[in-house]
Structures are given as structure tokens and as C-alpha cells.
């Protein structure tokens, strides 16, 4: 697994951010079984730069806590069947032959907030935000109730699989 990991701010987190998210991002893969290599891309950024990219990619003209731009159209999602077909090879990195899962972005200040106002760890509220996003590169939404309540269990048990709780 390659997990590409930039940070345009200085954090001053009291866990060490790129051993959390290959964590994170690790049990994630295992959960859903995802038979292939994979590699992400995850930035850390601060909430004028991640307002920045939600305006422009969602036209919403605040700062979020989290964007995910996945790099494939899942037919259902969770499900990589649809990646032995031989015109999808191009989802494939030419060189490691990883399957590029897509590109993270989490606002450090939003994880500061958040954890603040839900009363628990910053590392939870990181490692929250990145499981989330984990699900939408593999195709989860939350767009119905229905798809919510998928998520939320799936980040639950994501995150107390690695021992990470409120």
C-alpha cells in the first residue's frame, strides 16, 4: 500500500498523523476486502485552503471537515469485481500496478473543532474523518438514510476494530 502524505500546515497533533492513517486506511481496505494493493493520496490542510476546494468542487462556501475524491464509478459499492474487466486497467498505477483508490483532504482545524465539541480525542476525530473518506474512494454515500446508517457502521466498526473509541 502506498499512501502519498502532504501536509500544507503545521499540526501540532499529539499522535503521529501518517502512522494513524496508514492505520486507518489499512483496516479499512481489510474490512472491505479489497483484493488489491491500493494507494492513496491524503493532504492535511487548514480550513481556508480545504473552503477553497469546497467551493470550487462543490461550489459550498465554507470550510468542511473532510472532501474525498475517488478515483473510481463503483457499480456497488465496496464491490471490486468490476476491476477484472480489461478495459479497467487504467485504474491501476503503471509502475507499482496499485489500484489508485483516489485523494483525501482533512481540514486540521476542523479535526481540532470537531473533537472539542464531541468531547473526544483528536485522534478519533482523525482517524473518524479518514475512515469516512476511506468509504467514499470505495464507493460508499450518505446521501439517504439508509446509506447513512451503512456508513456509520462501517466507520464504527472500523475504528474499534484498531481500538480507537470516543
Do not use: W
Not at 470550510?63 to 478495459?87: H, K, M, Q, W
Not at 467514499?136 to 446509506?147: I, V
Amino acid at each position: 500500500m502506498t499512501i502519498n502524505f502532504e501536509k500544507e500546515c503545521e499540526t501540532s497533533f499529539s499522535f503521529p498523523e501518517e502512522e494513524v492513517a496508514a492505520d486507518v486506511i489499512n483496516k479499512a481496505l481489510e474490512y472491505e476486502r479489497c483484493p488489491y494493493e491500493a494507494e492513496v493520496n491524503l493532504l492535511i490542510t487548514d480550513n481556508k485552503r480545504i473552503c477553497e476546494m469546497n467551493r470550487e468542487y462543490r461550489g459550498i462556501d465554507r470550510p468542511t471537515d473532510v472532501l474525498s475524491f475517488p478515483s473510481l464509478t463503483y457499480e456497488r459499492a465496496g464491490n471490486f469485481d468490476f476491476l477484472e474487466r480489461e478495459e479497467e486497467i487504467y485504474n491501476f498505477h503503471p509502475d507499482s500496478g496499485e489500484l489508485m483508490l483516489g485523494d483525501i483532504v482533512v481540514s486540521k482545524d476542523k479535526v481540532i473543532e470537531q473533537a472539542q465539541n464531541y468531547g473526544h480525542s483528536e485522534k478519533r476525530e482523525y482517524a473518524f474523518l479518514i475512515a469516512h473518506s476511506m468509504l467514499h474512494l470505495m464507493g460508499y454515500d450518505h446521501m439517504t438514510e439508509q446509506e447513512a446508517n451503512v456508513m456509520e457502521r462501517k466507520q464504527a466498526e472500523i475504528l474499534e476494530d484498531l481500538g480507537i473509541s470516543r
